[in-house]
Nanobody, 122 residues
């Protein structure tokens, strides 16, 4: 069992930056693939990117160039750095942990955090 707690969301002006964190409980963090998803109001949950246990990192094409995902296995934390934020980035951001699949689908993940809300003001 893994528990995930996201933090770092908030209100930011367009063009600004935020760094989200997700801390996992337990001693097996390094054995999980970690991902970020987001869900905007009235929309389906959307893949943002992942940091696999192998070290592989992948970003959704729509966000590539503006985000960076990293993980620190020593402190059981995965990060999402977001830059040049715009109104369309307003969403609840979730981190997820899993160990199967290609990593792009929410079906590939078994554990989810409660989410942290990001609001970008224009």
């Amino acid at each position: 069992q893994v528990q995930l707690v996201e933090s770092g969301g908030g209100l930011v002006q367009a063009g600004g930056s935020l760094r989200l964190s997700c801390v996992a409980s337990g001693r097996t963090f390094s054995t999980y693939n970690m991902a970020w998803f987001r869900q905007a109001p009235g929309k389906e949950r959307e893949f943002v990117g992942f940091a696999f246990k192998s070290g592989s990192i992948y970003y959704a094409p729509t966000m590539r160039g503006r985000i960076s995902i990293s993980r620190d296995n020593a402190v059981n934390t995965v990060y999402l750095q977001m830059n040049s934020l715009n109104f369309e980035d307003t969403a609840v951001y979730y981190c997820a942990a899993g160990s199967r699949g290609l990593g792009y689908s929410d079906n590939d993940y078994d554990y989810w955090g409660q989410g942290t809300r990001v609001t970008v003001s224009s």
